[in-house]
């Protein structure tokens, strides 16, 4: 596994020394024009296609759009079948625009190469090959033996950095982590009596719907649910399915009549317990009402090698988890360095004491955790800064 991690890791940070776009130096603004169109129908199948990846297809002809389409669901058409369906006979000797290679095996779906190919589309602009095996340039080169010019590598980054969880999953088989904290300027997530309700203001907490629904999973400790009893749901729009609910409950302490764990979407609750904590009435009751029961191993302190839970999320085609609580969960992905991204929601608040977001060990003013591509970004009265880690 620690191979696999390398190779994500050296293939996603290699992109940072690339300004977008590789093997021509000065793409035409109005091909750029096309492609960015494409990745912004990309985005509208957030939330909805994962494990796979977002995609998103627009074609071209006399500069004019004449289809387009994006991948909107798992198990769904691919937004190149899409927008050869719009585009009709007009697609003979046009160009096609897409944000992923296409692909050239049966899956759920027959091959998109086939399709393309017997519309008679003379040119294709590919933003960047496909890592899944299963494609990985097979479908460029079949495109081209039939006779398609193609292109790669426009808008290459932005391909990139959109598909950021699909990268790691198909790379590694393990979920992409991205950790979410809302705290005071003074790094408390809770005061001296634990109460956390409500740091940040609504805007910010409708973020963290948004990012519920991008993400598919979401995480906390049993803290957590011990403490505030949520849902872990996505209340501000309709959806196909809610989010896997995950709890680490290394003691199975955590009661079974939380609403996680009895609401209407029990089913879609997963609890990673110790295989030497076990209570069998609790057991008996979680199984009976659908509960997902992981037993591993643990430290003699309770906590998880989150590697193993990572895995077993992995397996269940969990392609991408948010880490929302609480501090120990926090500081464990980051010890354990099985974070990927940090989101940090930031109140004009002061708390003075509490309890802190992070505890974690191993740098300091020499050699701090560092991140790579920070942003940050006004959230109503909140800040919010997020990037990605940098383990190097």
């Not at 996603?12 to 590789?22: I, S």
């Not at 004491?353 to 920070?374: C, H, T, V």
Request: charged share 20%; aromatic share 10%; proline share 4%.
């Amino acid at each position: 596994m620690h191979k696999l991690r390398v190779y994500y890791l050296k293939y996603f940070n290699a992109l940072d020394n690339f300004p977008g776009h590789f093997f021509w130096s000065k793409p035409i603004e109005l091909e750029k024009k096309f492609m960015q169109v494409a990745l912004d129908l990309a985005k509208n199948g957030e939330g909805n296609v994962l494990p796979n990846p977002v995609v998103g297809c627009v074609i071209v002809k006399e500069n004019q759009k004449i289809g387009q389409g994006y991948h909107q669901k798992f198990g769904a058409d691919h937004a190149e079948i899409n927008a050869l369906r719009e585009a009709g006979p007009k697609a003979e000797n046009s160009t096609m625009y897409v944000t992923l290679e296409p692909c050239a095996h049966y899956g759920k779906t027959p091959p998109c190469t086939a399709a393309i190919i017997k519309s008679g589309i003379k040119k294709v602009f590919v933003a960047m090959e496909d890592p899944n095996p299963k494609v990985a340039g097979k479908g460029i080169a079949a495109l081209a033996a039939a006779g398609i010019e193609v292109k790669t590598g426009l808008l290459n980054y932005e391909a990139h950095k959109m598909n950021r969880a699909f990268i790691k999953y198909i790379s590694t088989g393990l979920p992409y982590v991205s950790v979410k904290i809302a705290q005071t300027l003074d790094g408390k997530i809770a005061d001296t009596n634990n109460n956390s309700q409500w740091i940040t203001g609504t805007f910010s907490r409708q973020s963290v719907q948004n990012l519920r629904f991008t993400a598919g999973a979401v995480l906390v400790g049993a803290g957590t649910v011990c403490s505030d009893d949520p849902k872990l749901t996505i209340r501000n729009r309709k959806v196909m399915q809610q989010p896997w609910r995950i709890v680490l409950d290394p003691a199975l302490q955590t009661s079974v009549d939380s609403q996680l764990y009895t609401d209407e979407n029990k089913q879609r609750t997963i609890v990673f317990t110790s295989v030497c904590r076990k209570n069998d009435d609790a057991i008996s009751k979680l199984e009976k009402n659908g509960v997902h029961l992981y037993f591993c191993d643990c430290e003699p302190n309770l906590h998880f090698e989150l590697n193993e839970v990572l895995k077993n999320l992995g397996e269940m085609e969990i392609a991408h988890v948010l880490v929302e609580g609480g501090s120990r969960i926090f500081s464990s992905f980051m010890q354990q360095k099985c974070a990927d991204e940090l989101l940090l929601f930031i109140a004009p608040k002061l708390f003075g004491k509490g309890l802190s977001a992070l505890d974690i060990e191993g740098y300091s003013a020499s050699a701090p955790l560092r991140f790579r591509d920070q942003t940050w970004s006004q959230s109503a009265d909140d800040m919010l800064f997020r990037a990605t880690i940098d383990w190097d």
